[in-house]
Each structure stands twice: as structure tokens, then as C-alpha cells.
């Protein structure tokens, strides 16, 4: 008897036992050599088998389709004579094929001819074979392409695609391609309620800028004009009180100094909310120029100093023996210098700013 070791990887997995009779000569080395053959073809079967199992395993556990076509000539496709576009012919698609597209396995592995499948005509949604006839000519120049496209399927249902086909040629030297078939429909429906959601919110913002540039601009006329005045009155009070021709009782004064830095900060506030629409807008322009800072920091100090008066808390300003120069825009500097020193008076309650 011959005993040869049947192996998978290396791994034993079995024997091959061959015998003879004892009248029969021994076996020759031709013969040996065969029963080693064999063994070998014995190998190679189990190791197919072993990856065939493992390839249905593999692709039962996938939710997208896999497929492999080649490209059939149509000939005389408009009754002229003339060939028309080569069509797909499906070799080989598995199961999740039938649940992408509506369709049997056997339905679409059946030539055309023979009452198959036109996966042009027949699946492809209309608007989109534009795009699907772009797709098959990368793949007919033996280019790998992508694309997502919709499809109707037998029950009428209309899905969102994304084919992957990659071209290779076989030992015919035919052109086979293989690719994957996978659902995108909720995906497609959700970065088209991204979109609808990001359309919505520029249109809001659009019209909240718009609103706050016409409002800003109805409001500033007015404001402008009470500022106006105010600051007129307050000059005929003053020319009034230094002729002493009438006596100006302090509470007068002092209405007339509330109305006039009151309007003063509605009027920066709306200024303020005209600056923001046009910041969202990109038209906001900034100066670049030399600015003098204790011009700027002397009149914010002046409308601090008023509100400090009126809490008891001290104001100290501490001056730079030399006028310090920078380079900037006057306005936004003083904007930055107010919003800092109008924190300091609102948040101090006792003692001093300085």
C-alpha cells in the first residue's frame, strides 16, 4: 500500500491509501509519480472549495451587490443598418442584486436575446442616461469609473445608485468588468436636506442683514436729528446761563446733558448695528491712518467720567507725557477703547477706575 499526506496550507488534513495485491509487481516510479499528481489535484480542488466558501461567506455578509459584465454588440440597433451602442451583459451578479434593483439573478444573467435585461433601457432613469452613457464610454476604453445614477426598479421604485466598475482583460484577452453596486438613496436624501437646511439659513441671514441695514439706516435718520438738536440746546443754555440773562435751573442742564449723551449712544449703537450688517456682507472698509491717542481716549473718558460721578466711584486718567501715535482706524480704536472702559464703569461699584 502507498499512503500520501493530503494537505491543506501546509496542514494535514487527510491521506491518500492506495494498495495492491501482493501477486501484482510493486508500482513502478511512473506510477508513483501519477499517485503524486493526483494527490496534488486533490489539493488543489479542496483549496478551491476552501475559497469558495469563503467567498460566499464574505459576499453573504455584504448589503451592496457584486458583478462582472462584458459589453455585447447590437447590431442594426436602428433598423438602418447600422451597429448601435454595445450593451452590458452580465456574467456573474450576486444575490444582493435582486434586492438592489428589483430584479431576479437569473433575469439578469440571461442574454438579451433570449429575453434579458437592457440595464440602459430598461433600469437607468431616464434624466439620467446622459450621464450613464458618459459612464460607459470610460468603461469601454478600459477606464475605471464611478458614478451614482438612478434607477427604476421593477416595482416602480426609484433608487439612488453608486456603481464602481473596474475594467481588466481575461486570458481571451476579453474585456471584463467588475464592480460594486451599492443603495446611496438615504444618503443622497440626507445631503439634500443638508443643502434645502443650508439655503434656508443663507436666505435668513440675508434677510436678517437686510433688516438690520433698514433699520438701521430708517433709525439713524431720526436719531441723528434728535442728537442734532440736543446739541443746539444745550449751546443756547450755555449762552443763556454765561449772559446771565435768565437762571438755568441745574435740573434743566442736567436733562439737557442725558438727552444729548443718550442720543450720542443710540446713535453709536445704531451706527454699530449698520457696521455688522456690512461686516456680513464684506463691505466694511477700515482705515489705515495715523491716529492721535489721547484725542481718542480724552473723549471716551469724558462720557465715563459723567457715569462714574453719578455711582461715586473715582476716575483716574494717567497720561503719557508724550502723545502716543498709531496707525489705525480712529473710529474702530475709539469703539475698542469705550467697550473696555464702558465694562470697567458698569462692573465697578465702589473705589476707582483708572
Known sequence: ????????????????????????????????????QLTGLFETLWAWSRAETRFRQTVDGLDDGLFSFTYAPVLDAGGDGQPGAPIRSYEFVTHQMEALVGLAVEQLTIPLGDGGVNWTHDLVHADDRAVFSAHEAQLRVGRESTLDYRVRRADGAVRWMRERATPAYDAADRLVLGGILADVTEQKQANASILQAKVAAARARQAKTAFMSTMSHEVRTPLGAINGFSELLREEVRELEGHGKVVIPPPVIEFVEVI???????????????????????????QHSPVFFHDITERVAHRARMDLDSKGVTFRWDRDPAQPVVLGDPYRIEQVVEQLLSNAVKFTDAGYVA
Open 1 to 36: 500500500a502507498i499512503l500520501v499526506p493530503f494537505l491543506d496550507d501546509e496542514d494535514r488534513i487527510g491521506v491518500v491509501l492506495l494498495g495492491w495485491d501482493a501477486l501484482v509487481p510493486p508500482w513502478q516510479r511512473a506510477e508513483r509519480l501519477a499517485l503524486s
Open 260 to 286: 444729548q449723551e443718550n442720543a450720542r449712544r443710540a446713535l453709536r449703537l445704531v451706527n454699530d448695528l449698520f457696521d455688522l450688517s456690512k461686516l456680513e456682507t464684506g463691505a466694511l472698509r477700515l
